[in-house]
C-alpha cells in the first residue's frame, strides 16, 4: 500500500517483452497459495459443517444465517437478530478505531518532533522508534502481558509509590486489549507520517506566521491539510492488521474482550470448530477490510486528480 | 515581537518520550527479569545467568531447539525464495516498459498485505486440507513464500527506482547482451536493495505466528508457536530469556540493515 507505482524516470524498456517470464513465478506462488485458497474459502463458507471439524460438498447458507440470525435453541422459533457475533465484530471495529485514534494522538507529535531534528540526530531517533517494529509481534505482546499482569512489575511499582493501595486488575479487559492493540502498531503510525511531515515546506509555516496565524492556527489550517496523506497512510496500517489481531485479544484480554481474530480461530480448533462458519466470518471481516481499502484508494485518487 | 519557531510544539518532545517509554518499557522489563535468581516471576532475587542456561540445557531445551531449527530453516527458504521471485517481479515493473496486466501484476504482488492476516491464514488451512497436503514444514514454508514476496519486493523496487538505465543502456552499447547487462551492471546496483528485501522477508517469517499456527499441522512447531504454547501455561523465567535473546537477534538484525541502507545512500550521493 505504501508502495508507489511503477513508472516515472526509472521506467524503461530494455526488458520488454519478458514481463511474462519475470513475473510468472510471482503469479504462480501468490495466485495458486493465496488467490486460489481465498476463493476456496469464499465456497467453504456456503457449505455445510462436517462435524469433526471440516466439510460436506453440500451448498447451504447456514454459516450465514447462523453469524446473523437467531433462531432459537431448536431452530425452529421465528428469526430475529442474532447479536452474538454482530457483538464481537462491533467490539473489534471499536478497538481497532479507538487504537488507531490514540496511536495518532501520540505518533503524530512523536513523527513531528523526529522530522524536525537535524539529519544525524533524526536517524538516531528513527532507529529507536523501528526497533520495536522489528521485534516479534508475539515476544512484545508477552512483555506487554508480563508488565500489567496484577502481579506484575507495574502493579508492584505503583503499589510501592502508594498511587494504588491494591492492583489495578488492568489484565483480561478491554483495556488491556487496548494498550496491546496500541503497542503493536504505533510504529506503523510513525513512520508515514514521518515521511509526510520531512517533506513539509516550512515556507508555508512562514507565509502563516506572517499573516499572523499562531502556532496552533498554522498547525490546524496549514501543516495538518498537507500532512493529511501520511495521516491516512498511518491509520490504514493502524486500522488493518488491529481489526484481525490474534494476539493482543487472546493474551491480553478475556472472555468479555473477545476480537474477531480469537472468534475465526476457535471454528478451526479442534472438534468443536465449524470451518463453514469460520470461513463465513473470515469472508466478513475481509470484506469489511476491502471496503476500507477501496475507500483509501478512491480518496488517493481523488487527491491526485485534484 | 519575539519571532516565532515554526519546527516547535510544546508539549511535542513530552509525547515522544511517552512514546518511547511505551515501545521499550515492556521489552526493558522483560530483559531485567530473564536476569533473575528467583524462580520466582515476580520477587527479584539478584542477578544471575541460570535462565539463559535452562535455555540451552533444561528439560524443554531440545524443544525449542528443534522449533529455532525450524523457524531458522523457513526463513532463510522463504526468504530466499520470496528475494528471487520479487527481483524478477521488480525488474519486468521497472525495466519491461508498459505491458498487459501490469496493474493487476502490482496489486497481486501487494495482495498479501492487503488481506487480513487471519483470513490468509483460514484460507490457507482450507487450501491445505482440500488439496490433501498435511501440515509440517512444507506447508509452513509454502504459506511464508507467499507472504514475505511483498515485504521482500517493496526495498527492492525502491531501490530500483533510484537506479536510470543508463548504466545498462551503455553497457549493451558495447555489446553486452541483456543477459550480461543485468547480470554485470543492474544486479550489483540493486545489490542493497536485495539484501533489505531479504532481512525484511527473513524477519517477517520469524515474526509470523498466526499463519503458522494454523497450517503447522500436529506436533510442529516453529519457535513463535513454540513460546505462545508455553506462554498459554503461564510466563516462565525461561520464556523471559528466550525473548530476551530474540530481542537481541532483532537488534542485530535492524542495526545491520541501517548500515546497509546507509551505504547504499552514500552510493547514491
Partial sequence: MAAMAPGGASSSEIYKGNAPRLLLPTWVVIGVFLLVPVALMAIYSFLTKEFRGGVIWEFTLAAYDQFFLDRGLFGDEPPSIEWTYITIFWRSIWQAGLATVLCLLIGFPTAWFIATRDARMRTVWLLVVTVPYWVNLLIRTVSMKFLIRDEGPLNAFLLWTGVIDQPLGLINTNLAVQLGLFYSYLPFMVLPIYAAVERYDFALSEAAADLYADRWTILRLVILPVVKPGLVAGCILVFVPSLGAFLAPDLLGGAKSFMIGSLIEEQFKGAAGNWPFGAAAAMILMTIVMIVLLVYARSQTREAAA | ??????????????????????????????????????????????????????????????????AAMNSLIIAVLAGCGATIIATAAAVAMHRAGRFRGKTASFALINLPLMVPEVVTAVASLIFFTAIGFSGGVGTILLAHLTFCIPFAYLPIAARMQSIPDAYEQAAMDLYATPWEAFRLVLLPLMMPGIFSGFLLAFIISLDDFLITNFVKGAGVETLPTAI?????????????????????????????????????QRDKA
Avoid: H
Fill in chain 2, 228 to 264: 505462545f504454547g508455553a506462554v498459554k501455561q503461564g510466563i516462565k523465567p525461561n520464556i523471559m530469556a528466550i525473548s530476551t535473546l530474540m530481542l537481541g537477534v532483532s537488534v542485530v538484525f535492524v542495526t545491520l540493515s541501517w548500515l546497509i541502507g546507509r551505504s547504499g
Fill in chain 2, 1 to 66: 515581537m519575539r519571532q516565532l519557531d515554526l519546527r516547535r510544539f510544546p508539549g511535542f518532545f513530552a509525547v515522544t518520550m511517552l512514546c518511547v517509554v511505551v515501545l521499550y518499557a515492556p521489552l526493558m522489563v522483560v530483559a531485567v527479569y530473564s536476569f533473575n535468581a528467583s524462580s520466582s516471576i515476580t520477587l527479584w532475587g539478584g542477578f544471575s545467568l541460570d535462565w539463559y542456561a535452562d535455555v540451552f540445557t533444561g528439560p524443554e531445551a531440545p524443544k525449542f531447539r528443534v
